[in-house]
């Protein structure tokens, strides 16, 4: 028994060992096991709370809250003078949700009488869209936000809201944005450009400036329960919107019209395929004006706008997109010609420069001259004979400017063409600017240079040259041209402006006065004859370049261009004007191109105040005149009244009661029938910081907004057409810098 009972003993103790092992190896176990779950939970809380907070706490913010952006108002686009040349019109984006429409049809307790059908038939057939792509975005029952059109006129909207209002339809809204409105249309439209239908920059200055004139997207954020319908007393809050900068150019309107004119009736008449044309400032590089032909409508830039271009769509010999690239691209900066005889004004200088001659040189021309294996032959083939210094310049002899480059040398040659900006650009402000087309130096034969003296056989652009010329005329200093004036903020403040210091003097003050003499003696009495005006002394080039077609010189088409300064004494402005393989006989530059430089620099001249000194016998050559009164201190409706009766036209500018100046100033002789523009005083600012409203009834955008600047107050802008509605009403006293919200039908 003894033995039996030891033995289970023995056995029990086993069975305590067994038992404590089992139970120290659960534990240790379950301590692992909790370890690693707590690593788990650990990790998940890292990934969660660290990780992934952001995008959660974004999922969060969705599900909790509903946000709605609020546009901000694109930077208005200004000539130099104030004048519009594009701006932001209030405009309404339709759209729908879904989600809401589906809960009105589900609700059994407040039955309505619409439909998805009825509601997508009447708004394809007010908006103009196809009726089942309606239907499609109406199935998205998960959504709250789905586009119908974007940016709609004042007139549909109303339509729209007529509809929902009489048919009590849920879930179709409209929220307020701005459509880009352009005053003037197809002025200037190269240069600024259009926006899409995002109001993002496509071209032009508005696809330059898109990010200082489109500003900051504002939002409202407010709370939403499980339904996603507004919490009555959420959470909201306001972010604003930071209004886009306006930018000021150094185009002016009226140049600008007077520049494309020229161009439309230039390349009509002479039936050519396209012209272009720049007026520049000479002593800062301020562009003036800037155009091309073909043009467009900037409110509607898809539409192939002349019609010579539209034909050719039409009969299928241009593509859509072919004749749209056309008329947007602005030739001035986006293409490279031979500029022909307008160069020689740069082969002028330089040499001049250099001493290789002066102005007592002469040049005995046979008709041609031969340089290597070639013959390269004058205009006048029975050749000029002798002649001084400016009839050279005066009869555009080929050979002799040939032999004054080859006196130069290759690298002093190259040397005055990079230091001119024709290599390497001008470094406008405008996007897509070409670069010159040369030969390399190290490998340019003389016959190269030969060809380069007179212009020819090499390539550059428009504003490069005029830009190089004008250094040439106005004492020898390089300017980069230039558009952009300044940026101003929404508030007034002004970010950036141009500095027009030099770039660089290229030429000395003494070989500019000679160049100078030479060029008013090639439009006295040589080439340029026809680009005289009667009363201004005008200095000039003409060019005439062969054209290339396929790879091979044509003989029958040509590129004509005449270069202009004005006034001699004192150079003010510089003008280019170049046309493109004109059909009339003979396409010369001094037939085709210097008739329309001579329109342009006369109303140019006039229009800015530069009064004409005529000698006797040409006030009757150059055609009645006027001299302009003085209208300075006297009303408007006065000023007008003796304008009027002098038989001149007026344009007031401001809206005060005494006129303080006017332009063309008095006394200048001007054609009959010329505008004068009469400047009014300052509206003052009274002690109160408040100003009167001005009445802007009747008024079209661009005067509304000019009435509105002389105050010192802002326009926001709905419709189109002449003032219908203000808020605040006329009269009314407010802050300097208010917005007031005009509408225009």
Not at 340 to 368: M, P, Q, R, W, Y
Request: proline letters at 3%; a negative charge.
């Amino acid at each position: 028994m003894a033995q039996n009972g030891g033995e289970i003993n023995r056995k029990s103790e086993k069975v305590r060992r067994a038992n404590r092992i089992i139970q120290n190896r659960t534990m240790i176990l379950m301590a692992v096991l909790g370890v690693l779950v707590f690593l788990i939970l650990v990790i998940k809380l890292f990934s969660l709370q660290i990780l992934r907070h952001d995008e959660l706490e974004a999922k969060a913010l969705d599900q909790q809250t509903r946000s709605t952006e609020v546009a901000a108002t694109r930077g208005t686009i200004y000539d130099r003078n104030g004048n519009i040349m594009a701006i932001s019109a209030t405009a309404e984006t339709v759209f729908l949700s879904p989600l809401e429409m589906d809960r009105a049809l589900s609700d059994k307790d407040n039955p309505v009488a619409w439909t998805k059908d009825s509601v997508a038939q009447k708004l394809s057939e007010i908006l103009e869209i196809n009726k089942e792509g309606i239907l499609k975005k109406m199935e998205r029952t998960d959504s709250q936000y789905e586009v119908l059109k974007l940016r709609v006129e004042e007139d549909v909207a109303d339509q729209i809201r007529t509809f929902i209002n009489d048919e009590g339809v849920v879930g179709v809204y409209m929220v307020t944005d701005a459509k880009r409105y352009y005053p003037y249309a197809t002025l200037a439209s190269q240069i600024i450009g259009f926006v899409g239908t995002d109001n993002y920059g496509l071209y032009g200055l508005e696809a330059r400036y898109n990010d200082v004139l489109d500003g900051e997207t504002g939002l409202v954020v407010s709370t939403k329960d499980p339904t996603g319908s507004d919490m009555l007393y959420g959470y909201e809050q306001y972010y604003k919107a930071q209004n886009g900068s306006d930018i000021v150019l150094t185009l002016d309107a009226t140049v600008q019209y007077y520049v494309e004119k020229a161009l439309s009736e230039m390349v009509t008449s002479t039936e050519a395929q396209g012209a272009t044309g720049i007026v520049m400032d000479v002593e800062t590089g301020a562009v003036l004006a800037m155009a091309s032909s073909p043009t467009y409508d900037l409110n509607d830039p898809s539409a192939v706008y002349e019609s010579r271009l539209a034909s050719l769509v039409k009969d299928g010999q241009l593509d859509l997109a072919d004749a749209q690239l056309r008329q947007w691209r602005n030739r001035a900066i986006n293409d490279t010609y031979e500029p022909g005889s307008t160069f020689k004004v740069l082969t002028l200088a330089a040499a001049l420069e250099e001493g290789v001659i002066d102005e007592n040189t002469t040049f005995d021309c046979t008709g041609s001259i031969h340089v290597l294996d070639a013959t390269i032959h004058c205009s006048n083939r029975a050749g000029h004979g002798h002649q001084t210094l400016e009839q050279t310049a005066g009869n555009s002899c080929n050979p002799a400017f040939i032999t004054y480059g080859l006196r130069l040398g290759t690298e002093k040659f190259y040397r005055y063409m990079k230091d001119f900006g024709l290599v390497n650009g001008s470094g406008i402000d405008l996007e897509g600017e070409a670069l010159g087309i040369f030969a390399p130096q190290e490998t340019a034969s003389e016959l190269d240079l030969a060809c380069y003296a007179f212009g020819q056989n090499f390539n550059t652009t428009p504003v490069a040259l005029i830009s190089a010329q004008a250094a040439c005329i106005n004492g020898g200093y390089l300017h980069t041209p230039y558009v952009v004036e300044r940026v101003v903020d929404s508030e007034g403040n002004v970010l950036s402006s141009h500095d027009s210091t030099p770039v660089r003097q290229v030429v000395s003050e003494e070989t500019s006065a000679l160049v100078r003499q030479c060029l008013e003696y090639v439009v006295s009495s040589g080439t340029g004859r026809n680009g005289q005006v009667h009363g201004y002394r005008i200095g000039g080039k003409t060019g005439t370049a062969q054209k290339y077609v396929d790879g091979k010189v044509s003989h029958d088409k040509h590129i004509c261009s005449f270069l202009g300064f004005a006034p001699m004494d004192d150079p003010e402005i510089g003008l280019l004007l170049i046309v493109d393989e004109p059909s009339v006989r003979p396409d010369y530059g001094s037939t085709v191109a210097a008739p329309y430089a001579r329109m342009i620099m006369e109303e140019t001249l006039k229009y800015m105040g530069v009064q004409p000194e005529y000698e006797e016998g040409e006030a009757e050559i150059a055609g009645k005149t006027v001299t302009v009164p003085d209208v300075t201190g006297v009303s408007p409706q006065q000023a007008s009244d003796t304008l009027t009766a002098a038989g001149l036209r007026t344009m007031v500018d401001g809206i005060g009661q005494t006129i303080t100046d006017q332009l063309p100033a008095a006394g200048a002789e001007v054609p009959d029938g010329s505008l004068v523009v009469v400047y009014t005083e300052e509206v003052e600012v009274q002690d109160d910081g408040l100003v009167d409203v001005p009445d802007l009834t009747g008024k079209s955008l661009v005067p509304a907004n000019r009435a509105l600047r002389a105050v010192g107050l802002q326009m926001k802008i709905s419709g189109s057409g002449v003032c219908v509605s203000q808020s605040p009403a006329a009269g009314e006293r407010v802050a300097s810098g208010t917005t007031v919200t005009v509408e225009f039908n």
